[in-house]
């Protein structure tokens, strides 16, 4: 029964660390450091991909595993890769039964004295966003009990991810929207004082604003704060051709 109090108070705490603001380095160099704790692997890391599906190393149990990982994406193969292009678990798998499924991988790890590994996705329904990779100093393979609280490890993590990555990108959004209103009052403000020195209507004086700005390859906010600052060459009202 200890073992699975530890279980949920590990589940408990990753939950506890989902705050707006949370470290996803540290939630998921934690998820390694869990895996090596609870389910009797040697060492553990996660990979994450980018927006353009790019994976990279993002946390590690271990510095033979740090080196193992980036050696794992130097080589383009080894069971975190496939478990990420598969979207499937992988493993466990014996590193000294040949033909090795992972020729450059099986050689690295065997030399860092790994002898299985498994890997599983951190994927969220149909969404693959990286993968955890589980290695073991010994051929027996990663009991199925271990898999499987792996598996709610990595699914939590997968989750907190997404939460994240959409709080950041609503922030973002409205930062977006907040910045085109306020950039809209200052050009409002541009086109009353262009209008009034060139002394033309509010729509020519617009026209002459953004075509000031194309010219001179500037942004449009960027040159009507400049009238409204009274900063701007005396150019952008002229009209075309003035």
Known sequence: MAREADVVRS????????VDDFDVVDLLTGLADRCVSL????????MLASPAGKLGLVASSSEAMRLLELFELQAQEGPCLDAFRTGERVGPENL?????????????????GFRSASALPLRLRDTTLGALNLLSATAAPVAEADLIVARAFADLAALSI??????????????????ALTSRIVIEQAKGVIAE???APLTEAFSRLRAYARHHNRRLTEVAQAAVDGTLDPQAWTPPGG
């Open 11 to 18: 589940l408990v705490e990753m939950a506890n660390t989902l």
């Open 39 to 46: 389910l009797g692997v040697s060492a553990a890391g996660v």
């Open 96 to 112: 000294e039964v040949g033909p090795p499924r992972w020729p450059l991988f099986c050689a690295a790890a065997y030399t860092a």
């Open 162 to 179: 997404v939460q994240h990555r959409a709080s950041a990108e609503a922030q973002r959004l409205n930062e977006q929207l907040s910045g």
């Open 197 to 199: 020195r060139a002394g």
